[in-house]
């Protein structure tokens, strides 16, 4: 049984979806430039890690913004809420790759092991402070003001 265009469009509407799409454009970007600075250039692997995921995160605040999430207001406080979350979850991420290199697990596999924590941490962190749905809270007028 085929899924009629209207399911399709509405799959499409949903944010995590969205996200995980995006999501994989960067983990392939974020994964190729973190195994060629460490294979072709011989960067070590936090600094090689460092370099993928600030390309990525370039590529990920305008897809995401954009796309995932139709942000329509200003960018730069989204911006700065955007790189709060993915501090943070960039933390939990190179915690468990420093944690599993440490622990014996292979740098290569290491990078993959971070990757659904951090995933899901920067997911959430986007849909609900970063970009939040319904409140515009950069374009609210201040109180008593209108």
Not at 42 to 66: K, M, T
Request: net charge positive.
């Amino acid at each position: 049984m085929k899924p009629r265009a209207d399911g399709w469009r509405q799959l499409l509407r949903h944010t995590a979806l969205k996200f995980a799409g995006v999501g994989m454009i960067n983990t392939l970007l974020c994964l190729s430039v973190i195994f060629g600075l460490k294979s072709l250039a011989g960067v070590g692997d936090l600094p090689a890690n460092i370099a993928g995921y600030l390309l990525g995160l370039a590529c990920s605040f305008v897809l995401n913004r954009r796309w995932t999430f139709a942000h329509t207001d200003r960018p730069l406080p989204a911006l700065l809420r955007f790189l709060l979350v993915f501090l943070g979850s960039y933390l939990l991420n190179i915690a468990v790759v420093l944690g599993s290199i440490h622990l014996g697990c292979n740098g290569y596999l290491a990078h993959i092991v971070g990757m659904p924590l951090y995933s899901v941490a920067f997911y959430f962190g986007c849909r609900y402070f970063v970009f939040p749905r319904g409140a515009s809270r950069d374009t609210e007028p201040a109180a008593g003001i209108s």
